[in-house]
């Protein structure tokens, strides 16, 4: 409403000056080159009262909703109100500063690549362009073994073994899923990779891939670690991830019992996209077991946090527990079971998807989208993974959210 109030009275007063101007023409012409300029306007205004007052008027009467209008907008968000005085709105955007210092020449399946998201975790290494839910354009490194510390690798098309596997995915004009191939070997690689504290690692990358896949990238690049994320040499409580959360409950637990041998053995999984969560917990204390129950919750002030929490930092005689370290609940180990066919419940194997590993699968989709492969398993993330194998080398993989999964089917071997 303050808006409307204040676009109409500048319509208003702009509509005023505009016939101002015109009654000056009608006057003569000096009369209305001067006008345009609002100093001499006012010139015309004194000497010329009796046909300018008219539109004196139309601009008087414009100022009445632009007033109600600036009154509301400093009653409800008086620093919006000073940036409009202040011209804050004239002043150019500030160029935003990228997270990571990516810097990658070549192309991913024909066209430009520029990754905006860079990781390695898990022996994993992911570059990701695009902000959506699926990338645009994607590459991962997988490594055999996961790795700490400093990595080099070189691999060249004709070298055997155990070797990384690389995953190259896109998604095409009008396509719901993206397309995605995997490579065992036929590629060369270079990865020279040093750690940066906190959580980074920086170094060059070259990759290049069968001649058919167009696809040949070469540069430095710097990923994350882990899905921490730091402000002023601390964790940023701020940021959305599972990490994250982690990390805030480990910290609340060892300031709450005042010691560092604290972990967490069971804790069911986080959801970054609710504000506000109840936690049930099985903390190790030492040599003992307490069953807890947190509010975790997140706030514009320090981000997330848990309800309650007034205990004072530890002192710093030893390094706090890594989020890493954080134990979770050992999965429950396959037991015999009739195979399976027909429709599967989403909720059943989300609650033991080892059951349907390497099981033939059959997923629709809202969209009518159809994906037929092995299931993988679920990622980090909790989507579903689908793996198919294509002819000749390399394999498909589709990676689904369970809100857009309609229907899935085991099919008979």
Avoid at 287 to 294: N, V
């Amino acid at each position: 409403m303050d808006t409307l109030l204040i676009l109409l009275g500048l319509l208003l007063i702009l509509a005023g000056y505009l016939w101002l101007i015109s009654r000056a023409f009608s006057r003569s012409l000096l009369w209305g080159v001067a006008s345009l300029l609002p100093p001499l306007a006012l010139l015309f205004v004194f000497s010329q009262w009796r046909h300018a007052r008219s539109a004196v008027g139309l601009s008087a009467l414009g100022c009445i909703p632009l007033v109600v209008g600036l009154t509301l907008l400093a009653a409800q968000d008086s620093s919006r109100l000073e940036a409009i005085l202040n011209l804050q709105w004239l002043k150019p955007e500030p160029a935003v500063k990228p997270e990571l210092a990516i810097e990658l020449r070549g192309e991913l399946n024909g066209k430009p690549f520029e990754p905006e998201q860079a990781d390695f975790i898990d022996g994993v290494l992911s570059l990701r362009e695009g902000q959506d839910f699926y990338a645009h354009r994607e590459v991962q490194v997988r490594l055999p073994t996961p790795v700490s510390g400093p990595l080099r690798l070189d691999v060249l098309p004709d070298d055997k073994g155990r070797l990384p596997e690389i995953e190259v995915s896109w998604l095409a004009p009008g396509q719901d899923l993206p397309e995605a191939v995997r490579l065992q070997r036929g590629y060369s690689l270079h990865l020279d990779l040093v750690p940066q504290p906190p959580n980074r690692m920086s170094g060059s990358f070259h990759l290049v891939l069968p001649t058919e896949m167009q696809t040949t990238l070469s540069g430095t690049i710097e990923v994350f670690t882990d899905r921490l994320r730091y402000r002023d040499g601390r964790v940023d409580t701020r940021f959305d991830s599972r990490d994250t959360l982690h990390y805030v409950l480990q910290d609340y637990l060892q300031r709450r019992f005042a010691r560092r041998d604290v972990s967490i053995s069971r804790i069911p999984p986080l959801d970054t996209q609710r504000t506000s969560q109840e936690i049930p917990l099985s903390v190790q204390v030492g040599e003992q077991s307490q069953d807890l129950y947190l509010v975790l919750e997140k706030t514009e002030a320090r981000g997330w946090g848990v309800r309650g929490d007034r205990y004072p930092p530890l002192k710093a005689t030893q390094p706090a527990v890594p989020a890493a370290a954080v134990a979770t609940s050992e999965p429950p180990r396959p037991t015999q079971q009739p195979l399976e066919i027909g429709r599967l419940a989403l909720e059943r194997l989300q609650a033991a998807p080892q059951r349907y590993v390497n099981r033939a699968m059959r997923v629709t989709t809202e969209r009518g989208r159809t994906a037929e492969g092995v299931f993988v398993g679920l990622n980090p993330e909790g989507r579903i993974v689908i793996r198919r194998v294509l002819e000749g080398p390399g394999e498909a993989s589709y990676t689904l959210r369970p809100s857009e999964i309609l229907d899935i089917e085991l099919p008979a071997r």
